[in-house]
């Protein structure tokens, strides 16, 4: 069954560090790939997506991904955080063959002290 | 960008009765539709695609005749709670695919937070 794997359930950063969270998924297909970000009490978001072409993609608030087919990862990256950027973050799967639907990561939660 | 609202965005309900909710494309038609459900501090996980004018798919372990969704309008998609149980409270999010975008990103409503007594 596809799968979608989150590495890190809770990162702990101060503000400055560099943020790599880990997103593995298991399907074979052609697919879409998305990084979502919940902040506290807010709706789903979207960061940044991957379609086709360049496979490092940019998404705002300085985040950005990269596409490695060979590894089956789409890793969400930012080099440095901010307070602001405390939430939980989703990795998700579009499966092109089921209709479009989305498959999420367990997601991880992300805590930066100030 | 697309704009997905959900109505209402909390109810308390007694068990035993139903809830409905709804899910609106403000500024585009969505064939296609989505429901997700998200306990605490977990992940969203698909109850059903909501395609109008057709029957919805469910995902395997969701009971269809429990939560009966309807897509009537290309801007509208409701999920009612039939007899709600403590059990099924929970937070219920919707999505739209806009496909004039190419691609096939979904746009997601604010949720819907559900708790039945």
């Known amino acids: 069954a596809q799968s979608v794997s989150q590495h890190n359930h809770h990162v702990i950063l101060s503000e400055a560090a560099s943020l790599e969270l880990g997103c593995n998924y298991s399907y074979g297909g052609t697919v879409n790939l998305f990084w979502y970000v919940q902040y506290p009490g807010q709706h789903l978001q979207l960061l940044l997506k991957y379609f086709s072409g360049d496979p490092l993609v940019k998404g705002i608030k300085g985040f950005e991904a990269e596409f490695i087919k060979s590894k089956f990862s789409f890793n969400l990256r930012k080099p440095s955080v901010q307070w602001s950027d405390t939430a939980e973050y989703f990795c998700?799967?579009?499966?092109?063959?089921?209709?479009?639907?989305?498959?999420f990561g367990q997601g991880t939660e992300l805590s930066v002290k100030p | 960008g697309a704009v997905v609202s959900q109505h209402p965005s909390w109810v308390i309900c007694k068990s035993g009765t139903s809830v409905k909710i709804e899910c609106r494309s403000l500024d585009f038609q969505a064939t296609t539709m989505f429901w997700y459900r998200q306990f605490p501090k977990q992940s969203l996980m698909l109850m059903a695609t909501?395609?109008?004018?057709?029957?919805?798919?469910?995902e395997q372990g969701v009971e269809k005749d429990k939560f009966l969704i309807n897509h009537a309008s290309l801007t509208l998609s409701t999920l009612t709670v039939t007899s709600a149980h403590p059990e099924d409270s929970s937070f219920y999010i919707c999505?739209?695919?806009?496909?004039?975008?190419?691609?096939?990103?979904?746009?997601f409503g604010p949720g819907t937070r559900l708790t039945v007594l």
């Open positions: 999505s739209a695919r806009d496909p004039s975008g190419g691609g096939n990103e979904q746009f």
């Open positions: 909501s395609n109008e004018g057709s029957k919805a798919t469910y």
């Open positions: 998700a799967v579009n499966l092109y063959n089921q209709g479009g639907k989305l498959i």
